[in-house]
Each structure stands twice: as C-alpha cells, then as structure tokens.
C-alpha cells in the first residue's frame, strides 16, 4: 500500500514521496499485541496523526482520501460477509422449546420475561421459528401487547376503565 502511493522504503523504513527533510518517517509495527501489523508516522503526511494504522486505514486514508464510505464500498461482498459476521457476534443465541425461549446467559446477559405456558408461548414460539431475525424480548411485549388489545370488553378496572397495554422496546437494528 505505502509503496504503491509513492513511499519509498528506506532500511527498515518509508519515506513520504513529498518529504522535504529526507528523512524516513514511516515505521511498520510488526509485533502488535493481536497480531495485526500497523503503520505509524512522525513524519509530515497524512499518516501522522498519533495513531496507528493498519491496512485497512490506510488504504482509507491514502486510496479514498479518508472518506470512510468510499473505503467500505471497495468490496461489497466482503463488506456483506463482515457486516454478517458482526450481526451474529452481537445477537443471543436464542434457544426455543415449549415452555417459551432461554436466553443463554453465556452470550448476553439478558433478564427475559418468560412467557405464560399455553397460548402465549405457542404464540411466540411460533413467531420466533419464522423470524428472520429472531427477538424474543420484542416479540414477548408485542404478544403481551395484542392479548392485552384483544380482552378489552372482558376485563375492566376499578371505576370501569379498560385494560390498555403499551410498550416501549430498545434493539439493535
């Protein structure tokens, strides 16, 4: 990357096509702690910004100028695969039966309203085996929510007012 946007490797070393003083100011960082090598300047180029970068950073800022959009584009299939793989990384992995659902508390940490036995859970089991994107606390509350909407003339409170049930869900999209 550095070479083909004009650096030139000096020893163990870059030096910046436009450097004035001469001096090699691109070092390679090769024992990383997670393994990734990484890029880091002192010299006056658009790499000197107290960090450092790896490859990916710097095919962003020196093939795309910086601009992060442009430098995602640069494989969509790749991108498709990575965004997937981070989706899975951050969801639950849910398991059904039919009582309800678990949430395995080795992936998150999640306090899941259990359903009631019978109606309810057969309702979300169901919901849940077809989702796309299985979401078992949203999907409880929009059950609750429905059987609530649906008993309004069953059910009365003190001084004749109906059962009304909202809610409010917070996910990830």
């Not at 601009?67 to 059904?96: C, F, G, M, Y």
């Not at 078992?136 to 003190?158: R, S």
């Amino acid at each position: 990357m550095l070479i083909g946007n004009g650096y030139i490797k000096k020893g163990l070393k870059y030096l910046h096509p436009d450097s004035e003083s001469k001096i090699p100011g691109v070092q390679v960082c090769l024992n990383c702690k997670d393994d990734v090598k990484r890029v880091y300047s002192h010299g006056g180029d658009v790499l000197n910004d107290s960090h450092a970068h790896d490859a990916f950073d710097c095919y962003r800022l020196l093939e795309c100028g910086g601009d992060w959009k442009k430098a995602l584009r640069w494989s969509d299939a790749i991108n498709k695969h990575n965004t997937e793989v981070w989706k899975r990384e951050q969801l639950p992995i849910i398991e059904i039966d039919t009582s309800g659902f678990v949430v395995n508390k080795e992936k998150a940490d999640i306090q899941a309203v259990e359903p009631f036995p019978g109606l309810m859970a057969e309702m979300i089991e169901s919901i849940l085996t077809t989702a796309h994107k299985p979401q078992p606390e949203l999907t409880t509350l929009a059950v609750l929510i429905g059987m609530a909407a649906a008993i309004p003339g069953h059910y009365m409170l003190p001084g004749d007012g109906r059962l009304n049930l909202y809610g409010t869900g917070i996910s990830g999209t």
